[in-house]
């Protein structure tokens, strides 16, 4: 007898969530769904190394700066790769949208390392997976980032693109893009509107390595960020169960305690050597992907991104250029709701949900908006 599909009564009643308090209900269906199928990301080796073997093998990073890789495997065709921001771990970036993912295929967790961190090593990863993905297993990956994800997943197409090839994707998703440090410090700024530009200007100022105490401080920033969201209990109590928010609280914190001074300062590295994207426009340029795209920004991302963040006006202005078939779009709660924050999949998961399904929904029809 087959399973019955609830996710039509649930896409209908998520729809009706975005200008209505959501109803634990919900939360009722998807936490008996994780019982019956926890998540279990187990790690994945992948069939395909030639990218990060010769890059280890030049000497151009080292074996502690590979990111892990986890997969949960879904039959589907549109596996997704996800890429998370500095915390937490993109397998807690993405808890409670993992269902909704799931639904299409497998699923693809970048982890990046406590100890270390190399850009060009996290782009040979994904140069060997999407190989993998598109040779072995015929399928097109939907890449999912998430703040400085998105950074790495431009660099990584900025790449591809000036070694002429053009990898197989199905679409890209990009939550709340931060590419560069001037998205995050307004150079020549001598305090920090935001607090994470107040964690990471120590690092941006240092250029290498900095004072314990900086290291301790930017840990409490990013702790309290998370700490903030997790006071609201009402919200909270709509979302998940209390095993579930105390599994999250662990791993978002243990994460935030464990990357050590090494690995975070070659994080901050990293983004102060990502060019701005409007670097890379020009009539001459060619796009960085053809393949669907959904560029989201959420109505409030004043504790994140630097008023004047270049990644935010180039996609504002130039999103066409880069992503001909790119859309934009804003994701805002309904009224008497708290405003959604920076890169906010867990707080504000009603919010990002319906968005994100219906892009899901057009790639299976084939059906998709063109920038303007």
Known sequence: MPTPNLFPALSAFVAFARFAPPQPVHTFFRSTAYKLRPPRPRPHLCAITRAQDDLLARGLAVPRQRAGLLREHRFG???????????????????????????????????????????????????????????????????????????????????????????????????????CAADIVTPGEPKPSTLIGRALKPYLDAGGRVEPTAIEKSRAIFAKMFEAGAQNRTALRTLMTASELRHLRAAVLGAIQQIGATGACERVQALREMPPLSAWSGPARQPLCTAPALVLYAEKESAALAADSPTRAAFATALAAFFPGGELEIVAAGAGRTPVQHASLIFHYFEFLPTVAAFYRRLKSGKTRLAA
Not at 117 to 133: K, M, N, R, T, Y
Not at 151 to 163: P, Q
């Open 77 to 179: 065709g549109v596996p997704t790769i996800v890429l998370g921001g500095f915390v937490p771990d993109s397998t807690e970036q993405v808890f409670l949208l993992r269902g909704l993912l799931l639904r299409h295929g497998s699923v693809y967790y970048f982890n990046y390392a406590r100890d270390g961190f190399s850009p060009a090593l996290i782009c040979a990863q994904l140069d060997d997976l999407v190989e993998e993905l598109n040779a072995i297993h015929g399928q097109r990956p939907v890449i999912f980032a998430v703040s400085f994800g998105v950074g790495l997943a431009l660099e990584w197409l900025r790449r591809t693109r000036a070694a002429g090839r053009s990898p197989e994707l199905a679409g890209l998703v990009f939550v709340s893009p931060v590419a």
